[in-house]
Nanobody, 117 residues
Framework: QVQVVESGGGLVQPGGSLRLSCAAS????????MAWYRQAPGKQRESVAA???????DYADSVKGRFTISRDNAKNMVYLQMNSLKPEDTAVYYC???????????WGQGTQVTVSS
């Protein structure tokens, strides 16, 4: 059974930091591309950061220089370090595990991040 579980969300003041974690089980984690998405109220889900199975990273322009995605294949974990948070970063953040060559795509349930004073 595949499980993708996010944690680490919460309420933080503007300029603050949070670290999101995503634990994946039931998959051969090292073969999967991992990504973080977010969805704010009334908006479409958008890609925030991605890391391939080989370790290459990509970021949305809105978070470049502030967010860092990383992975630990030994622990089946992916992380999103978020610094200099802004109110517009407020959203539900979702973890995604994808293995495109097999047509496999798994999502977590999301974790709320609220940036407010």
């Amino acid at each position: 059974q595949v499980q993708v579980v996010e944690s680490g969300g919460g309420l933080v003041q503007p300029g603050g930091s949070l670290r999101l974690s995503c634990a994946a089980s039931g998959i051969t984690f090292r073969l999967y591309d991992m990504a973080w998405y977010r969805q704010a109220p009334g908006k479409q889900r958008e890609s925030v950061a991605a890391i391939t199975s080989g370790g290459s990273t990509d970021y949305a322009d809105s978070v470049k220089g502030r967010f860092t995605i990383s992975r630990d294949n030994a622990k089946n974990m992916v992380y999103l370090q978020m610094n200099s948070l802004k109110p517009e970063d407020t959203a539900v953040y979702y973890c995604n595990a994808k293995r495109s060559v097999r047509g496999l795509d798994y999502w977590g349930q999301g974790t709320q991040v609220t940036v407010s004073s």
